[in-house]
């Protein structure tokens, strides 16, 4: 469950009041930030002086508060989509600011902006990240899309085993469906030979790059780097 606070600032330029700058935190309850190498841990007397910290920290996009302790944690990892982890009595704050897809360094092919993350992660943990971007999983829907993602994955050549892409087994069948359409068969089908060949272990889609990158089910909790897809719109 979750709301929206906003804050207003007071911005200053050296000679004068320049303007009144308003910031969107959208505040999850019973939630922390997980502590790590990018967080600081202060004090604040409440959670809107606890958001205005975050504010001021330039790398600061999302904090917590605990309303028991007043302390409040300070990402500084430049990231809007952190870990946070089930806190009773610590609510977590989000900066809305980065929330629409600000996708540097995205590939663009029609519709769509590609940002390829190489930091690894099972395929439900890719599914989230993207969906906290603002994006989703990589979805593929025609051939053209395909080759263009294809041959990035190709000139790369980091040595990765693959890709995660948003495709799933759902309705326990044989063949694997995109998240957005999951009734619905897949609209262009770029798997591999004998793939997908595990529909009970295997229910996950990557791009595999021991058969040049084509489709194959992998089962779910490998690890590997993936893609998200933005509407360009
Ligand atoms: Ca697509
Ligand atoms: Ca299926
Ligand atoms: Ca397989």
């Known amino acids: 469950m979750y709301v929206v606070m906003t804050v207003t600032v007071l911005c200053f330029s050296s000679s004068h009041f320049s303007e009144l700058t308003e910031v969107i935190f959208t505040v999850h309850s019973e939630e922390s930030v997980l502590s790590s190498q990018y967080t600081d841990d202060v004090y604040a007397e409440s959670l809107s002086m606890c958001a205005l910290m975050c504010l001021l920290q330039e790398k600061c996009c999302v904090a917590s508060f605990s309303d028991e302790t007043s302390m409040c944690r300070l990402d500084k990892s430049e990231n809007c989509c952190v870990v946070t982890i089930l806190a009773v009595g610590s609510r977590a704050l989000k900066q809305n600011k980065y929330s629409s897809s600000t996708c540097t360094n995205c590939l663009v092919y029609d519709r769509s902006l590609y940002k390829i993350i190489d930091n690894e992660k099972k395929w439900q943990e890719a599914v989230d990240d993207c969906k906290c971007q603002g994006g989703k999983l990589i979805e593929i829907e025609t051939k053209k899309e395909n080759d263009f993602i294809l041959t990035e994955l190709k000139n790369r050549n980091t040595g990765t085993l693959g890709y995660w892409l948003g495709g799933y087994n759902f309705n326990n069948d044989f063949d694997l469906e995109w ?32 058969i040049d990158f084509d489709w194959a089910d992998i089962p779910c909790s490998a690890i590997l780097p993936y893609i998200c897809e933005f509407s360009a719109d």
Request: glycine residues 16%; aromatic residues 10%.
């Open 179 to 210: 998240i957005s359409n999951p009734g619905q068969g897949m609209p262009f089908d770029g798997t591999g030979v004998g793939e997908p060949n595990n529909p009970f272990t295997e229910l996950c889609l990557a791009a595999w790059d021991d």
